[in-house]
């Protein structure tokens, strides 16, 4: 009963962080473009993602004529569901949800997320989101191989797959500084793997209306976006969490909110990619160094297990 309390507890957090991060962006992103963003809903418009949820939630849900009913409905909650699903593999304070499987168990989650994304298009019957689920989904798979790479290198030093053990092996120097290149090519994977700027080509608005989710309003629409901002703040921990120490506290929030900002931040400064240099930038630069990275960090390892 306490597992399923703090399981509860856990969800209405991560929705409402989630709710918070909406009106964050939408201020940052007005300041960066020169004007206020919400500032109409309460005070200094904190009510605003309330009063957005209400708006949507209490909207007819129209699916199209000719969309496949079912996989169209389950789509989002599937989408959502994952979002929610992948914070169990994280270290908690009481425990409650720790084994020693976590960041297999995170793999699986971010791969299975494909499917929610390949449906929500295909159920739609329409080809523009046709189109913007099948570039998500060869962008996604194209960065989740050197993302499992790259995600090979703090493994190997750690030599577990529980993620509480980042934070036992960082006590004295972060893996930010050790694998200075590892955690870049890491934070530009977490934009593509959570479909936002400069990689939004999922939802493409200057080609494809809006993308994979076109068709879907009210409710629908509100879950998918849910899942995609759960996603951004999960990938924000896992960072902290994998090359920036990982420490609690204060100060382990202050980092969390910092890597937010820079979501943010990129998606009002820089425009998108074209799709072949998407495409290039992974398979013939970040697949390569990845590799030859896992080698080389594999081979120190193996050395100085010998020499030891």
Partial sequence: MIQLVMLMILVVSILVGVAFFTLFERKLLGYIQLRKGPNKVGFM???????????????????????????FLLAPCFSLGLSLMVWASTPSLYNLFSFKMSVLFFLCCMSLGVYSLLAAGWSSNSKYSLFGSLRGVAQTISYEVSLVLILMAPLLVIFSYEMQAFTNFQTDMWFALLFPANSIIWLISCLAETNRTPFDFAEGESELVSGYNTEYSSGGFALLMLGEYASILFMSFLFVLIYLGGSGGFLF????????????????????????????????????????????????LVWFLNWS
């Avoid at 418009?45 to 996989?71: C, M, R, T, W």
């Fill in 253 to 300: 929030i202050f980092k969390l909110l910092s890597l937010a900002f820079m979501f943010v931040w990129v998606r009002g400064t820089l425009p998108r990619f074209r799709y072949d240099k998407l495409m290039y930038l992974a398979w013939k630069s970040f697949l390569p160094f990845s590799l030859v990275c896992l080698v080389f960090i594999g081979a120190i």
């Fill in 45 to 71: 418009g904190v009510l605003q993602p309330f009063a957005d949820a209400i708006k949507l939630f209490s909207k007819e849900h129209l699916p199209p004529s000719y969309s496949n009913y079912l996989p």
